[in-house]
């Protein structure tokens, strides 16, 4: 079944360190991975995408992701968060043909202390 | 250029009413993506159109939800009965799916309330 995993509900890291987000995914092709952030009261705003080729891409706001085909992983880092990175992260699956569905995972919600 | 545009952006009514949420996608997208999103169930695609047509709304979750769309343009979510348990931010998002490598783009959502 196809499915996206993100183990940690809560993360709480202080300002200027450095921050990884864990995301597994199940998925029977070759996936299409997306990280979002959403802020308080705000839609989901795309932080970067994975289709192929070079396996660490780079996104807005100075993140970055690391596809592991082998782990089936594809987590979010940050060398060093700021206070307004405070926010949740999802994970999204999608289909590489056929289907546009996206399977979000149940998200990690970022808390920074000053 | 302007992004998703969703209205109204909260929604306050009584059980029993009749809901529209709206959406207006990015200019020349063609698909189109109703979701709900609650805490205990976190984000749910309710239904997809394609060119305006409805492809899957296997995540309805029953006959109270109505979804239309009636050009390239504009979307409409319907509740009727409207019932608490309906309560939700419901997001609307929009593609290009003839290029595979476009992601969704989310609107602002609309916060949902029913007393």
């Known amino acids: 079944a196809q499915s996206v995993t993100q183990p940690d509900i809560h993360i709480t890291v202080s300002e200027g360190a450095s921050l990884e987000l864990r995301c597994n995914y199940s998925?029977?092709?070759?996936?299409?991975l997306f990280w979002y952030v959403q802020s308080p009261g705000q839609g989901l705003q795309l932080l970067l995408k994975y289709f192929s080729g070079d396996t660490l891409v780079q996104g807005i706001k100075g993140f970055e992701a690391e596809f592991k085909r082998s782990q089936s992983s594809f987590n979010l880092r940050k060398p060093s968060v700021h206070w307004s990175d405070a926010a949740e992260y999802f994970c999204?699956?999608?289909?590489?043909?056929?289907?546009?569905?996206?399977?979000f995972g149940t998200g990690t919600r970022l808390k920074v202390l000053a | 250029d302007a992004g998703v545009i969703q209205s109204p952006r909260h929604e306050v009514t009584e059980m029993g009413q009749e809901v529209t949420l709206r959406c207006k996608p990015i200019s020349g997208h063609n698909s189109l993506f109703w979701y709900r999103q609650t805490m205990m169930r976190g984000l749910e695609l309710l239904i997809y159109f394609n060119n305006n047509v409805p492809i899957d709304d296997s995540g309805m979750p029953e006959d109270r939800f109505s979804a239309k769309m009636p050009n390239a343009s504009f979307s409409t979510l319907k509740i009727q009965p409207s019932e608490p348990r309906d309560s939700a931010v419901y997001f609307c998002?929009?593609?290009?799916?003839?290029?595979?490598?476009?992601?969704?783009?989310f609107g602002d959502g609309t916060r949902l309330s029913i007393l």
């Open positions: 998002a929009s593609s290009l799916r003839q290029v595979r490598n476009q992601p969704q783009h």
């Open positions: 998925y029977g092709a070759t996936p299409y």
């Open positions: 999204a699956v999608g289909g590489s043909s056929g289907t546009y569905k996206y399977i």
